[in-house]
């Protein structure tokens, strides 16, 4: 019997991206408090790659809690360059400053996904991708964001690969989907190796 599968994101592209692969799940929010979560393990000298393990666990562990006879996909993105992780921009300025900083330099993305199962932790993935910016004038910049804002607002590094934020880039090193938050690839391989989808 395939059980019922929860998303425990707010992510319209990573809805889409699973509805668009023909697995049917429901996208609910899992509503942890990120920031105060982030700032602590930054406190503790986490690295940012089990910082969104971390806040993919959370979210996961949080709707498995409430729904323990179904399988919960926690997921989340961070965005690191020079050890230092970028959250999503609050402000227009905020995220202009953040694309000035990365402009002309190579970031890293990293997608963590973490699934529950009988409101246990089962697996967990984190993805990785190498992105380079290009030296965009400051005139590209601030038509990007007057044509962009607020759209990227939710997203960390303040750009959408998938909209007009591609042309921002000289180069992507790693999986597309990763980019988009989540690492589709290992996620329906391993679902489908336990039988919760068709493989």
Same mark, same amino acid.
């Given at each position: 019997m395939t059980p019922r599968l929860i998303l425990a994101s707010q992510s319209a592209i990573r809805a889409r991206l699973l509805s668009q692969a023909g697995v049917t799940v429901e996208a609910l929010p899992a509503r942890i408090d990120e920031t105060a979560i982030r700032t602590a393990l930054e406190a503790e000298a986490a690295t940012p790659r089990d910082i969104a393990d971390t806040l993919a666990e959370m979210k996961a562990r949080k709707l498995a809690e409430r729904n323990p006879d179904a399988v919960v996909i926690?997921?989340?993105?961070?965005?690191?360059?020079?050890?230092?992780?970028? /959250?999503?921009?609050?402000?227009? +300025? #905020?995220?202009?400053?953040?694309?000035?900083?990365?402009? $002309?330099?190579?970031?890293?993305? *990293?997608?963590?996904?973490?699934?529950?199962?009988?409101?246990?932790?089962v697996w967990r993935h984190v993805?990785?991708?190498?992105?380079?910016?290009?030296?965009?004038?400051?005139?590209?910049?601030?038509?990007?964001?007057?044509?962009?804002?607020?759209?990227?607002?939710?997203?960390? /590094?303040?750009?959408?690969?998938? +909209? #007009?934020?591609?042309?921002?880039?000289?180069?992507?090193? $790693?999986?597309?989907?990763?980019? *988009?938050?989540l690492p589709l690839l290992p996620l329906l391989a391993w679902l489908g190796l336990k039988g919760y989808i068709a493989s």
């Open positions: 926690g997921c989340d993105q961070v965005l690191e360059f020079r050890k230092t992780v970028f /959250g999503k921009p609050e402000t227009l +300025e #905020e995220a202009r400053a953040q694309l000035l900083t990365l402009r $002309g330099q190579t970031h890293r993305l *990293l997608s963590a996904v973490v699934v529950y199962d009988r409101a246990e932790p993805g990785e991708v190498r992105l380079t910016m290009r030296d965009f004038s400051d005139a590209f910049l601030d038509e990007y964001l007057a044509r962009n804002w607020p759209e990227v607002r939710d997203s960390v /590094g303040a750009y959408k690969l998938e +909209e #007009e934020g591609v042309r921002l880039f000289s180069a992507v090193e $790693g999986d597309y989907f990763t980019v *988009l938050g």
